[in-house]
């Protein structure tokens, strides 16, 4: 079984431009998570989709940041215009049961973010 | 608003020696409590959970972990570390209410030597 897949592993973007960031969930799990870990700090959550539907973004930093998650399978987060302050690396984690407290999530290897 | 501290951002151990890395959590609530380890390029994998059944929980690769309520810990142990263990390791947090929202550490490297 294919384990969470996210693209790109790295990117180096200026100040200003647009990157856009995927997630592929485990086939068949309806919760999918993302979260950022700045250099040095803890791992935020961000937001949790259930299939296709926003249940909780209130990790989401400002109106730069916009999760998708077109017909429940992969996500993809963007973010534009980026800033300085948004590098760090972003983890996507999916689950399978109800989103529920007990779940295991299982987490992607991340995405490296610079921003120049 | 629930919160965990991790003492420690590097441990580090001899081979055979024991690992004991330090979490303590702050929750209004009875939470549910985890240990995630990422290896170099790897995601975080989930190591062990307590989900208020033992509070002694056993994990995978010989970790195990004692939730105190009384001391708000849930310290992670290993007998006997070994090369393979060297990675950072994660202690999370989430309410027991509504859906899944884990509230992560700092984070500890644990670096062995032979």
């Known amino acids: 079984e294919a384990g969470v897949t996210q693209f790109p592993s790295h990117s180096v973007i200026e100040k200003g431009q647009t990157v856009t960031l995927r997630c592929d969930p485990i086939s068949g799990h309806d919760n999918l998570y993302w979260y950022r870990r700045v250099m040095g700090k803890e791992i935020k959550f961000l937001l949790h989709f259930v299939k296709e539907s926003k249940q909780d973004e209130s990790g989401m930093p400002n109106n730069r940041f916009l999760a998708e998650r077109t017909g429940g399978t992969y996500s993809t987060l963007k973010v534009q215009p980026a800033e300085l302050e948004d590098s760090g690396v972003y983890f996507c984690a999916s689950s399978q049961d109800g989103g529920i407290s007990t779940d295991t999530q299982y987490f992607g290897p991340g995405t490296r973010l610079t921003v120049l | 608003a629930q919160s965990v501290t991790q003492l420690g951002s590097h441990v580090s151990v001899s081979e055979g020696a024991l690992v004991l890395l330090r979490c303590n959590y702050s929750s209004s609530v009875p939470p549910y409590l985890f240990w995630y380890v990422q290896y170099p390029n790897q995601g975080l994998q989930l190591l062990l959970k307590y989900t208020s059944a033992a509070t002694l929980v056993k994990g995978i690769n010989g970790f195990e972990a004692e939730f105190k309520k009384s001391e708000t810990s849930f310290h992670l142990t290993k007998p006997s570390a070994h090369m393979s263990d060297a990675a950072e390791y994660f202690c999370?947090?989430?309410?027991?209410?509504?859906?899944?929202?884990?509230?992560f550490g700092t984070g500890t490297r644990l670096l062995v030597s032979p």
């Open positions: 999370a947090v989430s309410d027991k209410v509504g859906f899944q929202k884990l509230v």
